[in-house]
């Protein structure tokens, strides 16, 4: 039974709650440097992380907003709920400037506004557009599987040697890539339980697929805490998440199909804004280059 003003209620909380569960993880990293210290996790800093309060804390609230955003998708169009998310990068924002006890820049209202403006477009015009059934082609969602992690290999590259006020983006963007990714084999693996036993073979190895995205994805995101601002981090999630996962279901499950042109047209530069909006939040951000990020 739908509920659209509930749904849009607890997607409005969900979105608090990983804003706010992003910003305690961001702060329980913090406590597991030092100062002058390289900022990069490591085995034993995993460890001191795992045991950090704050960051159990921020994990819970975490989990908390994903389930209140299921139980939205659940009571209401995923067309309505998904553009909701987008109000974590705002929340994150007036959450670390009071933290912090400054004022966010006009740049950085500018970037928030053109992610929020680019991806509620793109996921509206996605939603309208796309097919509801799945095509399930094993060689092709193994393909793109293996390009996204490829991207995600390359953005982790530039988040360890790349300058350093482009680490975080690039480091939230690779896991990001592998968010998103899971989002999609979790749809495919849906569709192959719906399927019966035709492929189960592909249904655990896609099982297992997304669980390592999620591993290996929190791992990333958890060294873009470490290499600049949570709000950073919030904002590339909530931009290409949904942007991976949107382009799978549409290029590689057959999604696409009944997309006009003018409708890709709009997707193509709605998704460009989005992303702009994200790299240049890394830019417009006063704490990205100071020295406890190097």
Not at 25 to 33: A, E, K, L, N
Not at 57 to 75: E, K, R, Y
Not at 126 to 140: G, W
Request: hydrophobic share 55%; charged share 10%.
């Amino acid at each position: 039974m739908q509920n659209i003003p509930l749904a849009i209620a607890l997607g409005v909380l969900a979105s608090m709650g990983f804003a706010l569960g992003a910003t305690l993880q961001h702060s329980g990293v913090d406590r597991i440097f030092t100062p002058g210290s390289d900022r990069h996790l490591n085995a034993h800093r995993v460890g001191q992380m795992l045991r950090t309060p704050i960051w159990l804390l921020g994990t819970a609230l975490i989990l908390a907003g994903a389930g209140l955003h299921l139980i939205g998708v659940m009571l209401a169009p995923v067309t309505v709920i998904q553009p909701v998310g987008i109000l974590a990068v705002p929340f994150a924002v007036l959450l670390a400037a009071r933290k912090n006890h400054t004022r966010p820049t006009g740049g950085m209202w500018l970037a928030i506004g053109m992610a929020v403006v680019g991806i509620v477009t793109f996921t509206l015009l996605s939603s309208r557009t796309a097919a509801t059934d799945t095509v399930i082609d094993l060689p092709l969602i193994l393909g793109a599987s293996l390009v996204i992690w490829v991207g995600a290999g390359v953005c982790g590259a530039f988040g360890v040697r790349g300058p350093h006020g482009f680490r975080c983006l690039a480091w939230a963007t690779a896991g990001a890539f592998l968010y998103g990714l899971a989002t999609a084999l979790m749809k495919t693996s849906i569709e192959l339980y719906r399927q019966g036993g035709e492929n189960p073979h592909m249904f655990w190895v896609t099982v297992a697929g997304l669980v390592a995205c999620y591993a290996v994805g929190a791992w990333l995101i958890q060294q873009a805490y470490a290499a600049g601002p949570a709000e950073i981090v919030v904002g590339s999630m909530t931009v290409i998440d949904p942007l991976i996962a949107v382009a799978f279901g549409i290029m590689v499950l057959g999604e696409g199909r009944g997309i006009d042109p003018l409708s890709a047209v709009g997707m193509i530069l709605m998704g460009a804004l989005a992303a702009w909006g994200a790299s240049l939040l890394s830019q417009f951000h006063p704490d990205v280059t100071k020295a406890e990020y190097a």
